[in-house]
């Protein structure tokens, strides 16, 4: 066999490897489901103030706003976390895919920071829906 | 050297994937889930620049509107040199696509965490919902 049906064995072998690979170094994580339809002139289902806890029910407009700003400084911080460790995954992946597989016992996915984002998502959630329920008067700042 | 003609295709084609990874940094993908009896053909004026399309992460309960339909998209990036992509990209992408439905604004907007996915060793899915204000 020649240099080039080595290098051509070598990417084939490889392949599932390199799928094997993304499974396991830091995968995306897609967005969470959006919420049923409670806000729009058709929306067959209206909210009701039994439907959040004590806490959240005590809120005001601008309350429900401080903590959703707090949620958001965190989720950007966990977020950071991920990033941070992005590029270490990275080049573990293509140098693990390539030369070493063992490598990637080294990548972290970061299962706790992707589980603090979901809990800080779900909070949010319950957040915007309690403040479409108060009738809070929508931030007017484009993105 | 012995090359067989299989061969040299496959590495022909690697490396025109691999020079032509360079063009662009991010490809995109999208799924849009049109409401049922939206018209999505009707564009509003104020969607025909894709900036004036309100990208908020939470509802709007103080104006009325119809949904026209919910948005799911994913911005790649290309190869492993290029740089991940962003919320901003995701926001231009759920523009583009509500421009299409003939949307004033997307809300509910969420996004996903950037990892590796198996098309690619960057990506970043991102969901809103369509709305078109009727007051």
Same mark, same amino acid.
């Given at each position: 066999?020649?240099?080039?049906?080595?290098?051509?064995? *070598?990417?084939?072998?490889?392949?599932?490897?390199?799928?094997?690979?993304?499974?396991?170094? +830091?995968?995306?994580?897609?967005?969470?489901?959006?919420?049923?339809?409670?806000?729009?002139?058709?929306?067959?289902?209206?909210?009701? *103030?039994? #439907?959040?806890?004590?806490? $959240?029910?005590?809120?005001?407009?601008?309350? &429900?706003?401080? #903590?959703?700003?707090? =949620?958001?400084?965190?989720?950007?911080?966990?977020?950071?976390?991920?990033?941070?460790?992005?590029?270490?995954?990275?080049?573990?992946?293509?140098?693990?895919?390539?030369? @070493?597989?063992?490598?990637?016992?080294?990548?972290?996915?970061?299962?706790?920071?992707?589980?603090?984002?979901?809990?800080?998502?779900?909070?949010?959630?319950?957040?915007?829906?309690?403040?479409? @329920?108060?009738?809070?008067?929508?931030? $007017?700042?484009?993105? | 050297?012995?090359?067989?003609?299989?061969?040299?295709?496959?590495?022909?084609?690697?490396?025109?994937? =691999?020079?032509?990874?360079?063009?662009?940094?991010?490809?995109?993908?999208? !799924?849009?889930?049109?409401?049922?009896?939206? #018209?999505?053909?009707?564009?509003?004026?104020?969607?025909?620049?894709?900036?004036?399309?309100?990208?908020?992460?939470?509802?709007?309960?103080?104006?009325?509107?119809?949904? =026209?339909?919910?948005?799911?998209?994913?911005?790649?990036?290309?190869?492993?040199?290029?740089?991940?992509? $962003?919320?901003?990209?995701?926001?231009?992408?759920?523009?583009? #696509?509500?421009?299409?439905? +003939?949307?004033?604004?997307?809300?509910?907007?969420?996004?996903?965490?950037?990892?590796?996915?198996?098309?690619?060793?960057?990506?970043? !899915?991102?969901?809103?919902? &369509?709305?078109?204000?009727?007051?």
């Amino acid at each position: 066999m020649g240099k080039v049906g080595q290098l051509y064995f *070598l990417i084939k072998s490889l392949f599932p490897l390199l799928i094997a690979g993304c499974m396991v170094a +830091g995968c995306s994580t897609p967005a969470r489901k959006l919420p049923n339809d409670y806000g729009s002139v058709d929306a067959y289902k209206r909210l009701h *103030l039994h #439907e959040f806890d004590v806490m $959240t029910a005590k809120l005001s407009c601008s309350e &429900a706003d401080s #903590e959703l700003l707090a =949620l958001e400084k965190s989720s950007k911080a966990n977020i950071q976390t991920i990033k941070g460790n992005r590029k270490k995954n990275q080049i573990i992946g293509y140098v693990g895919s390539m030369f @070493f597989i063992p490598l990637y016992l080294a990548t972290d996915s970061d299962p706790e920071t992707k589980e603090n984002i979901e809990k800080i998502n779900k909070a949010k959630d319950k957040l915007y829906k309690f403040k479409s @329920f108060k009738k809070c008067p929508s931030l $007017t700042v484009k993105k | 050297m012995n090359i067989r003609t299989d061969e040299m295709r496959t590495i022909i084609a690697v490396g025109l994937f =691999l020079l032509l990874g360079g063009c662009g940094s991010t490809w995109s993908t999208s !799924n849009v889930k049109n409401n049922e009896g939206s #018209e999505s053909s009707s564009v509003s004026t104020s969607a025909i620049f894709s900036q004036e399309i309100i990208i908020l992460e939470s509802d709007i309960p103080d104006r009325k509107y119809k949904i =026209l339909g919910d948005i799911d998209v994913t911005v790649n990036k290309t190869t492993i040199f290029h740089s991940d992509p $962003t919320r901003e990209m995701v926001d231009k992408k759920l523009r583009q #696509e509500a421009i299409k439905l +003939g949307a004033d604004a997307v809300i509910f907007v969420r996004y996903g965490v950037v990892g590796i996915s198996l098309m690619s060793w960057g990506s970043q !899915n991102g969901k809103g919902r &369509a709305i078109v204000f009727s007051d």
